[in-house]
């Protein structure tokens, strides 16, 4: 099996049976939210998710769309916090006098 053919086999590895619902890997769930691997792995070592589910032949990470939309809402609470952590440092948006 060539280098192409892998790539497009990989896009959705699994299946988890009771639920029947894709598994995507973690580079897959990277770009669907905008982030790298290894902020998504570094975001699993500090807690901030839970851990993901490993292939045991492979021990690649595997996320389910419901895992996604989680992700997606972190992407979200963390780009707002940015954007008014910026607007303190600037000053635009304070109450002092």
Same mark, same amino acid.
């Given at each position: 099996?060539?280098?192409?053919?892998?790539?497009?086999?990989?896009? *959705?590895?699994?299946? *988890?049976?009771? @639920?029947?619902?894709?598994?995507?890997? *973690?580079?897959?769930?990277? /770009?669907?939210?905008?982030?790298?691997?290894?902020?998504? @792995? %570094?975001?699993? /070592?500090?807690?901030?998710?839970?851990?993901?589910?490993?292939?045991?032949?492979?021990?690649?990470? $595997?996320?389910?769309?419901?895992? $996604?939309?989680? $992700? %997606? @809402?972190?992407?979200?609470?963390?780009? @707002?916090?940015? %954007?008014?952590?910026? %607007?303190?440092?600037?000053?635009?948006?304070?109450?002092?006098?």
């Amino acid at each position: 099996m060539g280098w192409g053919t892998w790539r497009r086999f990989s896009r *959705i590895v699994a299946r *988890i049976p009771e @639920r029947d619902c894709a598994l995507y890997t *973690i580079g897959d769930a990277a /770009r669907a939210v905008g982030r790298s691997p290894g902020t998504l @792995r %570094r975001w699993e /070592r500090t807690g901030l998710v839970k851990r993901a589910r490993r292939d045991p032949l492979t021990r690649t990470r $595997l996320y389910t769309a419901d895992e $996604l939309t989680e $992700l %997606r @809402r972190l992407v979200g609470r963390e780009e @707002r916090d940015t %954007r008014v952590e910026a %607007r303190d440092d600037s000053g635009a948006t304070s109450d002092r006098p």
